[in-house]
């Protein structure tokens, strides 16, 4: 895989990030910008998480609502990803955007959200979803994929999906955001933005 060294992106760049003092404006703005040209999975994040039996471990999730300021997605919580955050409840976030040449960078505590708001959120999700997640415990070390596929089957048959008691979602309350964006000879551009006593300072940082 020597070629690797080799890829040189030639993206374009694009204009300077503004100097505004809310992250979450860019932050929408920039996701718009994303639904709006196609790409494909926008809303799609890495998230890692630490614990000292896993150490840092990331996986993709998707990113399904923001509101008052705080980053909701959902998963079952007797995954790998709901010990970790039980242990620690500090995260990172990573969306990029290739085709954009955009990248952003979320630090924040991350917590679960009430149960009315995980059962209405399930409520609202394709028959076939609530079924695999009734199905699958998650992160579970099995032998036999046929069975999973067997319980979803038996599953489907069911006239009724209630949200399992372990599943549900999750809100990240940020204090970090850095925007990206890529341009020329790696001259590229950092805006920053740190919470303390709830206001947003920014700075910029060299690429």
């Given amino acids: 895989m020597s070629e690797l060294k080799n890829l040189r992106p ?40 630490f614990d000292s039996e896993l150490g840092v471990t990331s996986r993709v999730v998707l990113l399904k609502e923001i509101k008052n300021n705080e980053l909701y997605f959902f998963s079952n919580y007797t995954s790998d990803k709901a010990e970790s955050i039980k242990k620690n409840n500090q995260v990172a976030l990573n969306f990029l955007w290739m085709q954009l040449n955009k990248q952003i960078k979320i630090l924040g505590k991350v917590k679960k959200i009430s149960r009315e708001e995980s059962v209405e959120y399930f409520n609202s999700r394709p ?23 067997q319980k979803f089957e038996e599953n489907l048959k069911l006239k009724e999906i209630v949200c399992p008691e372990h599943w549900g979602g999750y809100k990240i309350s940020p204090h970090h955001f850095e925007f990206w964006t890529g341009h020329k000879n790696r001259l590229h551009d950092r805006l920053c933005f740190d919470l303390k006593n709830n206001i947003w300072n920014s700075y910029r940082k060299n690429p």
């Fill in 10 to 49: 030639d993206l374009p760049s694009i204009d300077k990030i503004s100097e505004l003092k809310d992250p979450f404006f860019i932050f929408e703005e920039w996701m718009n910008h994303a639904i709006s040209e196609k790409i494909l999975q926008p809303n799609a994040m890495c998230l890692s998480t």
């Fill in 127 to 149: 028959f076939e979803s609530r079924v695999a997640a009734l199905s699958s415990n998650q992160s579970e070390v099995f032998q036999d994929r046929s069975k999973l596929v």
